[in-house]
Nanobody, 129 residues
Framework: QVQVEESGGGSVEAGSSLRLACVVA????????MAWFRQAPGKGREAVAL???????RYADYVNGRFTISQDNAKNTLFLQMDALKPDDSGTYYC???????????????????????WGAGTQVAVSS
């Protein structure tokens, strides 16, 4: 059974950086699609960044070069480096994995939370202005 657990959230000022981590258990991180999602209070859960097993990455438009998704295979850990944080980046950040090998060719599929079977409990990010 695959399980994921996030860490690294916190309260920071606008312009600061945070690095989120997601430890994966029960599967090799390089064998499946991994993703970061986020959910602001009162809003739906949206995809932030995706990492395919071939190491290709995709990001939501609003990231605009500020975030980087990566993985450490030796530690079986997924990361999200977030720089130049804005108050709009506040919310709960979730790590997710698909049992399918790839994330999906189309962004509309790859970014849909409905296609991910494994979720962590989330880590809170609060960015003040």
């Amino acid at each position: 059974q695959v399980q994921v657990e996030e860490s690294g959230g916190g309260s920071v000022e606008a312009g600061s950086s945070l690095r989120l981590a997601c430890v994966v258990a029960g599967s090799s991180i390089g064998a499946t699609c991994m993703a970061w999602f986020r959910q602001a209070p009162g809003k739906g859960r949206e995809a932030v960044a995706l990492l395919d097993p071939d190491n290709s990455t995709r990001y939501a438009d609003y990231v605009n070069g500020r975030f980087t998704i990566s993985q450490d295979n030796a530690k079986n850990t997924l990361f999200l480096q977030m720089d130049a944080l804005k108050p709009d980046d506040s919310g709960t950040y979730y790590c997710a994995a698909k049992r399918a090998r790839g994330c999906g060719r189309l962004w509309s599929v790859a970014s849909s939370m409905l296609t991910y079977e494994v979720w962590g409990a989330g880590t809170q990010v609060a960015v003040s202005s």
